[in-house]
C-alpha cells in the first residue's frame, strides 16, 4: 500500500512526501513486528534457562 502511495506522490512531484510516507510505514510495520520479536526473545531465553 505504502508502494502504490509512492508511486502515486512520485508522478505527482512530491517527492518530500513520499520520504514521509515511506518512513510512516516503516513504522507501522515495526510497531507490529516488534511485540512478535519480544515474543521471541523472552522464549529463548526461557528455553536455555531450562
Given at each position: 500500500?505504502?508502494?502504490?502511495?509512492?508511486?502515486?506522490?512520485?508522478?505527482?512531484?512530491?517527492?518530500?512526501?513520499?520520504?514521509?510516507?515511506?518512513?510512516?510505514?516503516?513504522?507501522?510495520?515495526?510497531?507490529?513486528?516488534?511485540?512478535?520479536?519480544a515474543?521471541?526473545?523472552?522464549?529463548?531465553?526461557?528455553?536455555?534457562?531450562?
Open positions: 500500500m505504502v508502494s502504490v502511495i509512492n508511486q502515486i506522490l512520485k508522478q505527482s512531484d512530491k517527492n518530500d512526501y513520499t520520504i514521509i510516507t515511506s518512513l510512516a510505514g516503516l513504522l507501522i510495520v515495526l510497531y507490529w513486528v516488534i511485540p512478535y520479536i515474543d521471541l526473545f523472552n522464549y529463548l531465553q526461557k528455553l536455555f534457562q531450562m
